[in-house]
């Protein structure tokens, strides 16, 4: 029986491995199409100690970062199986509830900063992953030199074509894809490299060390090109509650690692034997009856570090809905089994947008690495401060092993991050330009919510003033059940007085809905429906959810059926408040925020389609309110 177990259990983490190959490693899996040849662009003369230093540097950046500080250190920073510098951010200010709000409110702007850099990431990846691939048209031959651009155009307009079908049905065969992929760069690599043996004596990290410190301004130049063959470490991270760090770990060390150094160092033997091949190395090693098999498999992957990239975006968007840091926005649900599977269309449609616009701008996968590193760098920085704060308070760290943990990985990532800065004037301006406007909106829109609510509870009656409106008024009473929203728990909803005032009805059972977000990923079943009777058949009822919940609030309603008399969800009304705001000059925010706080109040996706409301129950009722 054990033996069967052990049997069971051993191809159950085989297939976990391969599923978080196939999704997590995508990004950081083709980085070779362009990281070295990047990196390439700054030598003065491609000798043995360019080469030899620049792979160490590049082998010893992985180990660094992805072996050591994300699967040694940042990923046991979990928010409860979730990982992503939103979940980190929740995380850390949940611990911080002992602490000054002012200290609660930088850590919180620290992560949400760092959050929007995902955005410019997002944007960039699929851009400059495609096109690299693309680009290796014109080694097969120049006449695909003026199509690269209309064909990676068309490639991303694919892309964002099937995001509505969900990746349940193509998932499967990213693993697969990626395991091949991961082999043939490897065996290339391998096949390059042992033409020039003695290009493994680059795993000695003296090579590093003494090129990046025996050439100082040049090594500082070049690392903004080496670090883009960690970009997509982050990933790790953010997919952690989908696979876990076992099976993360053996796919990243079994498989991407080894395949990813090989490749890396038979690109340097390639250009000590050949430096005339410089302008692109990952093509150029590939035996000519081979090249155009690894165009089409490189366009795959890139296809699929892109669907990863972009179904993080997905799921950064929904948490930030459910965290109230953006407005509701429409999310479909792709699969029955999966609840991460989901289909954001103004995201997508977002993401298709940007992506055009940077491949026609940039016109190169060159081009585009220039914008490239800077977000990613910015959020790598932000991860290991907040991961640092959760190994003091959480943890429980001395401030010593802390500061030498953390500070150790701040020095190298903040070498990335200046070397990066380099990059502003030639493309590095859009993700920071992106991140600032996210974070702008970001905040005015959590800054909007709090003033609305403060202005619409003024408006609300509490609970012991309920009777009082009622004998004043003596509606008459209807069979049903009435439901209505409220945020506030503890206040009697703007929406039922107003229709209690004007139509004079009250229904037999009334039920005031409150649905909150908790700063976990998930809530138990048991723990998601709270329910109170008060009298005269009216009910309160909060539903609990995590920011990576579901928010089908009629079937977690379902469970009041029996605790409720007469009470049908098929049969309830749904009221809910429509809110028109009309800014005013009064403090509390600036007029132009709340002018972009009303526009996009106005976008916001209804109450009815975001929590999945029956149309043929729902009632809106107006209300204008001055903010």
């Known amino acids: 029986m054990s033996t069967v177990a052990g049997k ?15 999704v997590v490693f995508g990004d950081i899996g083709t980085s070779p199409l362009y990281a070295m040849k990047e990196s390439l662009h700054h030598a003065q003369k491609f000798d043995s100690l360019f080469i030899m230093g620049l792979l160490s540097m590049i082998v010893w950046s992985m180990v660094i970062s992805i072996s050591l500080k994300y699967l040694l250190f940042v990923m046991k920073a979990d928010n409860k199986g979730e990982g992503g510098v939103l979940a980190l951010t929740t995380l850390v200010c949940r611990r911080s509830e002992d602490t000054l709000m002012l200290q609660k409110s930088w850590i919180l702007y620290i992560g949400l900063f760092g ?21 290796g048209l014109k080694i097969i031959t120049p006449v695909f030199e003026d199509f690269i651009v209309p064909i990676t155009l068309l490639i991303l307009l694919f892309l964002a074509l099937i995001q509505r079908f969900g990746t349940t049905k193509i998932g499967v065969l990213f693993g697969p894809i990626m395991l091949l992929w991961f082999s043939s760069i490897g065996i290339a690599g391998v096949y390059s490299a042992l ?6 004596g680059a795993l000695n990290p003296y090579y590093a060390y003494t090129f990046f410190f025996d050439n100082l301004p040049l090594s500082f130049v070049i690392m903004s090109s080496v670090f883009l063959v960690i970009t997509g470490g982050e990933a790790l991270y953010a997919d952690m509650g989908h696979f876990g760090l076992k099976a993360i770990s053996r796919a990243w060390h079994f498989v991407a690692l080894p395949g990813l150094v090989l490749n890396y160092f038979g690109q340097g ?106 977000s990613v760098s910015a959020t790598m920085l932000i991860t290991t401060i907040l991961v640092g704060l959760v190994a003091r308070r959480s943890w429980g760290w001395s401030i010593l092993k802390s500061s030498v943990v953390c500070g ?15 990059k502003i004037k030639d493309g ?64 009697v909803p703007p929406s039922f007085v107003f229709n209690l005032k004007h139509n004079k009805v009250l229904h037999k059972n009334v039920i005031f809905l409150t649905i909150r977000t908790q700063e976990v ?45 007469d009470f049908d ?20 925010m600036l007029e132009v925020r709340k002018k972009v706080f009303s526009v996009m109040s106005k976008n916001a996706e209804g109450a009815k389609n975001y929590y999945n409301l029956p149309t043929e129950q729902v009632v809106e009722i107006g209300m204008q309110i001055e903010i």
């Not at 034997?273 to 590939?286: D, G, I, K, Q, T």
């Not at 991460?340 to 190169?364: H, M, S």
């Not at 609510?453 to 004043?472: C, S, W």
């Open 195 to 200: 033409q020039q043996p003695e290009i493994f």
């Open 269 to 374: 033997a390639l250009i000590l034997r050949s430096p005339e091949l410089a302008a692109n190395p990952f093509f150029y090693m590939v035996p000519e009856w081979a090249l155009i098999p690894m165009v089409i498999l490189a366009c795959c992957s890139t296809v699929i570090a892109s669907q990863a990239v972009i179904s993080g975006l997905f799921s950064w968007a929904r948490q930030a809905v459910q965290l109230g840091y953006l407005p509701r926005l429409r999310i479909l649900h792709t699969s029955h089994e999966e609840l991460g599977q989901i289909y954001v269309p103004a995201v997508n449609f977002f993401i298709l947008i940007g992506t055009v616009w940077l491949v026609i701008e940039f016109k190169t996968s060159s081009g585009l690495a220039a914008a490239y590193g800077i």
């Open 115 to 135: 959050a929007t850099f995902m955005i410019g990431d997002t944007l960039i990846t699929p851009a400059i992953s495609v096109m690299s691939s693309v680009e």
């Open 408 to 422: 150790s990985f701040l020095i190298i990532e903040l070498v990335f991050f200046s070397s990066n800065i380099l």
């Open 521 to 565: 990923p998930y809530v138990p079943s048991n723990e998601r429906l709270s329910f109170q009777k008060i009298d005269r058949g009216f009910y309160r009822v909060v539903v609990s959810l995590g920011f990576s919940d579901s928010s089908d609030v009629p079937r977690i309603l379902n469970n009041l059926d029996g605790l409720i008399p």
């Open 8 to 22: 069971s259990g051993a191809k159950k983490d085989i297939f976990m491995a391969l599923g978080a190959l196939g």
């Open 428 to 491: 590095g301006w859009v993700p920071i330009s992106i991140a600032a406007i996210a974070f702008f909106l970001i905040t005015t829109w959590k800054r909007g919510r709090r003033l609305l609510m403060l202005e619409i509870r003024e408006r609300t009656l509490k609970q012991d003033e309920l009777d009082t409106l009622i004998e004043e008024i003596k509606p008459v009473s209807v069979p049903g059940t009435a439901i209505y929203m409220v945020g506030d728990q503890r206040t």
């Open 569 to 588: 969800s098929q049969e309830a009304t749904y009221f809910l408040g429509r809110e028109i705001l009309i800014p005013t000059s009064n403090r509390g």
